[in-house]
């Protein structure tokens, strides 16, 4: 390893990264584990090795390895169909609903898309997210193609719960991070944040690196909430080193290993370099050859921060990369850098090779932006007055869309993420966020005696636009719904916040601040009128008693308890 951290210096200067770790294992020791840069660059913080940043998609083989650990036990078959373990579980097709097997939830073969945004920023929970998957339109048949999908992690991790009776993130704990002396790896970005050692999140955009807020995905979590350090995740690669071995305890069978790398569905993909094969996916790992060496990976993506675990089974070699900017290639030019070394290999050169792949796909993106965007309509405009759009709009998995006017402007609230609606042309208006260049066209449509009845947006492109229907107005809410959310919250023993009915209205009172006015988005959930990106859904134990209230903000979720009347 003489002269890596050097290569490691002088490739995150490159390629503008503020902070990055890395942990190298090698015939069962740690031989590397150090921290680069700067977990928080405004304060001059550096990255050690005990940094916490967030893992992503590298969580979805801890998920499979719950799995395995139940199946050894015999409380799970992978090839059983979903509805043996979740009896209600239902998807668009019926056939799909009947025949998805635990092993299809976790492959990529479901035969659905992504259907990204149904569930990115949601508050919902994933009880409430698996059963509005039956509203999600596939694309394909079950198990005929590959295509990466989210929501099926998510419900793999949330039947992991059911059948251990507890959570998958109490299961993951027990059974994984306990057993590994994983002491400082966590399941939400809000915990990390109440460490004294934790990486802030990083985005570039035109040459300029930026910190962004932190993004809550914890009902998401099975799919890709893991936090971790290299430090922990060193012990993680020991782990898969020694047939699933660590410090004499046999945590899960070496054949249930070999099952998670064996390839159970081919991603089709073109040989892109000669010295990467053909990847196909096993049970939460990626899988190839690098240079003629059996190469099992994972990568990992959340707003802010990119992730790389690496493993070479028959070569004993095991690489962790984690850095705190998004789609950035320097954790595949460390991990490759790294691999030919230990191989005794002469050194690719990598990094020039994906400089001028990055090149390549800006000039791409720019000629594809203008070909791609089409023309609008001039001398068009909306056939009503702007206050005829406003409203809730519905989908059964999507949820709802509220259109709102302020000072001669429409904006739209989806997730708690506000949207400013540009004019397009006739009854159409660009999306437009900060943070996001994507171009997404809103249309509205009228019903037939002229009244704005619904709208739709094109959110997943491989199927057909997401129709949202218009639903009733506020006036749904009557005085004994609302007065169950009434009383104090405690949050965190620091402070308290008051839900109070006024005018048959709810508010939410904090000391020294106006009262501010909560409107229902869905079921017991509410928007923070004239705030935008601020939400607040009330939570109930078994007998429909309000419990907590969690409240979303731009930079994070936190949960305040209703203090018991006495």
Avoid at 87 to 116: N, Q
Avoid at 202 to 223: H, L, Q, T, W
Avoid at 365 to 376: F, M
Avoid at 497 to 511: E, G, H, P, R, V
Wanted: charged content about 20%; glycine content about 6%; hydrophobic content about 35%.
């Amino acid at each position: 390893m003489e002269g890596l951290s050097n290569f490691i210096n002088q490739r995150m200067e490159e390629w503008k990264v503020p902070g990055l770790a890395v942990a190298i294992v090698h015939d069962s020791e740690i031989i590397f584990c150090e921290g680069f840069g700067f977990r928080n660059v405004e304060k001059g913080l550096k990255v050690t090795s005990k940094t916490i940043f967030p893992i992503g998609s590298c969580t979805k083989a801890f998920t499979t390895m719950a799995m395995g650990i139940l199946a050894q036990r015999r409380k799970l078959d992978w090839d059983k169909p979903v509805r043996h373990y979740l009896p209600t579980f239902k998807l668009y097709d019926s056939y799909a609903s009947e025949h998805m097997t635990l092993r299809d939830l976790v492959t990529h073969r479901s035969g659905l898309p992504e259907h990204l945004f149904m569930w990115y920023n949601s508050s919902l929970t994933r009880k409430e997210i698996v059963e509005r998957l039956q509203y999600l339109e596939p694309n394909h048949e079950l198990r005929s193609v590959y295509q990466y999908q989210n929501l099926m992690y998510m419900t793999a991790g949330y039947l992991v719960g059911q059948i251990a009776e507890s959570s998958w993130e109490e299961f993951v704990q027990q059974e994984i991070f306990n057993p590994l002396s994983m002491a400082d790896s966590n399941f939400s970005v809000v915990k990390s944040q109440e460490t004294d050692d934790f990486s802030l999140p990083y985005r570039e955009k035109d040459d300029v690196v930026k910190a962004i807020p932190f993004r809550n995905i914890d009902a998401m979590g099975p799919s890709g909430s893991i936090n971790s350090n290299v430090t922990d995740m060193a012990k993680w690669l020991l782990l898969h080193q020694n047939q699933g071995n660590y410090e004499d305890k046999q945590i899960i069978n070496p054949g249930i290993l070999t099952q998670m790398y064996t390839p159970q569905i081919v991603r089709p993909s073109s040989l892109g370099y000669p010295e990467i094969w053909h990847y196909s996916y096993g049970l939460g790992w990626y899988l190839t050859a690098y240079r003629g060496h059996n190469h099992v990976q994972h990568g990992g993506y959340i707003d802010g921060f990119y992730a790389l675990t690496t493993l070479m089974p028959q070569d004993k070699i095991g690489v962790v990369v984690l850095t705190n900017l998004e789609v950035n290639p320097l954790r595949e030019i460390i991990t490759y850098h790294i691999c030919d070394r230990l191989l005794g290999l002469d050194e690719v050169p990598w990094n020039e090779r994906y400089k001028s792949k990055v090149e390549e796909a800006k000039q791409a993106a720019v000629q594809g932006k203008q070909n791609t965007k089409p023309q609008p309509k001039t001398g068009t405009q909306p056939s009503h007055p702007l206050e005829d759009y406003t409203g809730y709009f519905e989908h059964p998995g999507y949820g709802i869309v509220s259109i709102a006017l302020k000072d001669q402007q429409l904006t739209a609230t989806y997730n708690s993420i506000v949207y400013e609606l540009k004019h397009y042309h006739y009854d159409s208006f660009e999306l437009l966020s900060e943070g996001s260049d994507n171009f997404q066209l809103l249309s509205f449509f009228n019903d037939p005696k002229g009244t704005i009845q619904r709208l739709s947006i094109p959110l997943e492109p491989t199927v057909k636009d997401i129709v949202f229907e218009r639903i009733p107005d506020q006036s749904i809410l009557t005085t004994s719904f609302m007065e169950k959310f009434v009383g104090d919250y405690d949050i965190y023993g620091q402070s308290s916040i008051t839900i109070l009915i006024k005018d048959n209205k709810l508010f939410l009172s904090l000391a020294g601040q106006p009262e501010i006015e909560l409107v229902r988005y869905q079921g017991t959930e509410f928007y923070f009128k004239d705030v935008p990106g601020y939400s607040i859904n009330f939570t109930t134990d078994n007998a429909g008693v309000v419990t907590q209230a969690v409240i979303t903000q731009p930079n994070g979720v936190f949960t305040a308890n209703k203090k018991v009347s006495t």
